[in-house]
Structure formats: structure tokens, C-alpha cells
């Protein structure tokens, strides 16, 4: 059940629990928010398409019955990218939160960990990913995003969460999809 309402990205308990790369760039959130989903492939397979995930780059991946609804500009990568493939720490990719809306490289240890952090204005970000080998050749995704400096928490914690659970949701359903293509 807790699956269904989650669409598909419901965190673990233990997820939830554990101690994430990137916490300590926001000490003291207003807002966290964990989304999990596994995949049908090794980590080795899947942290290609997170080297290259965001605007500018690869897009955010979603399902292809959504993206042929989108004009072909807007649609992310369905292919590997090896000029996307090379990040390092102090890197700074775009990011969709407004027009500068930038992410900083923090962590890129592949294929397990990628660490983003943002300041905007007043706010404090950080946005985390996890990859683990989840057994039977499968990964584990786990991210964490936190937030501090919310004027209004409880509408970033609802209206942002509801936003970040239906975006997640797209991405895992358009990774499974990229992941299953020969």
C-alpha cells in the first residue's frame, strides 16, 4: 500500500533512518525529503544516466508515453551521452528551480554516490544519490533532498514534496524505460 501512494518512490525505513553523504551541507533543515525506487540493473548500468541527468545536460528522464506529449526539444536523452559522463567535485550543472537556479558538485564518487548543493537567496540546498547494489542485479536508488531558510516550511514540505514526489516518480518510471531499451 505504502507503495501505491507513493507512486512507486517510497523510501525504507532504514533510508529514512541513515545518515546521507551531503546532510551536513544543510545541518538544520526545514524540510527533507527521502524517494527510493529500485531498478533492474547494477549500479555500474544505472549511474550513467545520473552522471548526466539535468537541464542542459541529458534532461530529467520521464516515460515515453509522457515525453511524446512534450515538443522534441524538450525531451531528455534516451541514449548515453559519453560527453556528459565526466563530473567533479566543484562542477556547477544547471538546475531547473528558475532561471540561475544552479547545483554544485559536492561528491562524485560513482557508481554510488553524487552529492548536489545550492544556495538561492535565503535558501539552502542539498540533493543526494544514493546507489546501491540491492542484490540480483539490481540498484537501490535513494535520494535525499534538504532544504533550510523556507519561509513558509509546511507549504515547501507539502506543495515542494508533492512536486518532488510526482518528478521522482517520472524519473524512475523513465530510467526503468531507458534501462530496458537494447
Not at 527521502?34 to 520521464?62: H, I, M, S
Not at 531547473?96 to 544552479?102: E, K, L, M, V
Amino acid at each position: 500500500m505504502v507503495e501505491v501512494i507513493g507512486f512507486g518512490v517510497a523510501p525504507r525505513a532504514e533510508e529514512v533512518a541513515a545518515t546521507v553523504p551531503g546532510d551536513d551541507l544543510v545541518p538544520r533543515p526545514d524540510v527533507v525529503m527521502d524517494r527510493g525506487f529500485t531498478l533492474d540493473a547494477p549500479p555500474e548500468r544505472v549511474w550513467p544516466w545520473f552522471a548526466q541527468l539535468g537541464k542542459n545536460r541529458a534532461g530529467w528522464y520521464l516515460p515515453t508515453g509522457i515525453e511524446a506529449l512534450l515538443p522534441r526539444r524538450r525531451r531528455a536523452l534516451r541514449r548515453l551521452d559519453p560527453a556528459l559522463q565526466h563530473l567533479s567535485p566543484g562542477d556547477v550543472i544547471d538546475d531547473w528551480g528558475g532561471r540561475d537556479a544552479t547545483f554544485e558538485i559536492v561528491t562524485h564518487d560513482p557508481p554510488h554516490t553524487l552529492v548536489h548543493r545550492s544556495t538561492r537567496g535565503r535558501l539552502e540546498i542539498s540533493w543526494a544519490i544514493r546507489l546501491t547494489d540491492d542484490g540480483d542485479g539490481t540498484t537501490r536508488v535513494h535520494l535525499r533532498f534538504r532544504l533550510s531558510g523556507a519561509r513558509r516550511p509546511w507549504l515547501a514540505e507539502y506543495g515542494g514534496g508533492l512536486l518532488d514526489l510526482l518528478t521522482v516518480a517520472g524519473l524512475a518510471a523513465g530510467l526503468r524505460d531507458r534501462l530496458r531499451a537494447p
